[in-house]
């Protein structure tokens, strides 16, 4: 019943900057605990960010700490992530998860609704 949709991906190059959004639909999006998570070609999913339902809280994976970084604004029913100082390694399809639970987890079977994710791509 939950619709997420991300959007903001594209081209660019090695140090410069993207923000995405991702779209909450079919319910309130503060019911949710929020993910980040990446996924490059012939990789696992990778969890790269959460935060909490309420945005107090965040959390990061260790290589994107202090480059990225992720907000909410729940009047909006819209999540962002922040990228900043964009590496090639960066590249990967992004896909943002919602957690019913309220928990920030960092493994990818533990949320309960998925985007279609947006790809991100870094030339170097």
């Known amino acids: 019943q939950v619709q997420l949709v991300e959007s903001g991906g594209g081209l660019v190059q090695a140090g410069g900057s993207l923000r995405l959004s991702c779209a909450v639909s079919g319910r309130t999006a503060s019911s949710y605990a929020m993910g980040w998570f990446r996924q490059a070609p012939g990789k696992e999913r990778e969890f790269v960010a959460a935060?909490?339902?309420?945005?107090?809280?965040?959390r990061y994976a260790d290589s994107v700490k202090g480059r990225f970084t992720v907000s909410r604004d729940n009047a909006k029913n819209t999540v962002y992530l922040q990228m900043n100082s964009l590496k090639p390694d960066d590249t990967a399809v992004y896909y943002c998860?919602?957690?019913?639970?309220?928990?920030?987890?960092?493994?990818?079977?533990?949320?309960?609704?998925w985007g279609q994710g947006t790809q991100v791509t870094v030339s170097s």
């Open positions: 998860a919602a957690d019913a639970s309220g928990t920030m987890w960092a493994i990818a079977n533990q949320y309960d609704y």
């Open positions: 935060i909490t339902r309420n945005g107090v809280n965040t």
